[in-house]
């Protein structure tokens, strides 16, 4: 298995502009999250999904943020418009009840 | 709610020291209790895990015991080297909570030759 997939590793974009992060989770995993993470503010678990519905979007910073699971093998979240404080590392993770979290390599967001 | 505390960092170790890093946790019922590691660059990777009291987990040379009698879930390691320069999140998954995770801050380690 290839793990859990982001995309892109990196991106930079101007303030502003929207911004779509894409994840793949393991195939079979019913738990899919999404976390951020700053230096400020360390690891923040923004939402997660169970079978593709969404359970938790209490960290979810405000309206300019949405993520969507249309499928068990692939999520987006997306900022719109985004501004500099979202600059980031955002992960996704996707896990199966009593087995521990595999999270992706993250993606790296500069907002300038 | 749950709740994990860590102990503050940065740690600074020589290679082949004795590394500890604390971990208390709060939670309602009987839950199963994590390490996972952050390499630079890199994303969280699971290190050790612990499902009850009294149970041991361990990997890479890294241990740690699960003591529901003091809420803890220490990590150590006998003798560090440079490699196990990372950040360490201790965590909890509640029997109710599903699969969901509670994260401590995190310890940054930083191991010198």
């Known amino acids: 298995d290839a793990g859990v997939i982001q995309s892109p590793r990196h991106e930079v974009t101007e303030m502003g502009q929207e911004v779509t992060l894409r994840c793949k989770p393991i195939s079979g995993h019913d738990y899919l999250f999404w976390y951020r993470q700053t230096m400020m503010r360390g690891l923040e678990l923004l939402i997660y999904f169970n079978n593709n519905v969404p359970i938790d979007d209490s960290g979810m910073p405000e309206d300019r943020f949405s993520a969507k699971m249309p499928n068990a093998s692939f999520s987006t979240l997306k900022i719109q418009p985004s501004e500099p404080r979202d600059s980031a590392v955002y992960f996704c993770?996707?896990?199966?009840?009593?087995?521990?979290?595999?999270f992706g390599s993250g993606t790296r967001l500069t907002v300038v | 709610g749950n709740s994990v505390t860590q102990m503050e960092g940065p740690v600074t170790l020589s290679e082949e020291a004795f590394l500890t890093i604390n971990c208390t946790y709060t939670a309602t019922g009987y839950p199963s209790l994590f390490w996972y590691v952050q390499y630079p660059g890199e994303g969280l990777q699971l290190l050790l895990k612990?499902?009850?009291?009294?149970d041991k987990g361990s990997n890479k040379g890294f241990e740690a015991t699960y003591r529901k009698e003091t809420t803890s879930f220490h990590l150590e390691k006998g003798s560090v080297q440079v490699s196990d320069s990372a950040v360490y999140f201790c965590?909890?998954?509640?029997?109710?909570?599903?699969?969901?995770?509670?994260f401590g801050e995190g310890t940054q380690l930083t191991v010198n030759p």
């Open positions: 965590a909890l998954r509640e029997e109710t909570s599903g699969s969901r995770l509670t």
């Open positions: 612990a499902t009850k009291a009294d």
């Open positions: 993770a996707s896990s199966f009840v009593g087995v521990g979290y595999t």
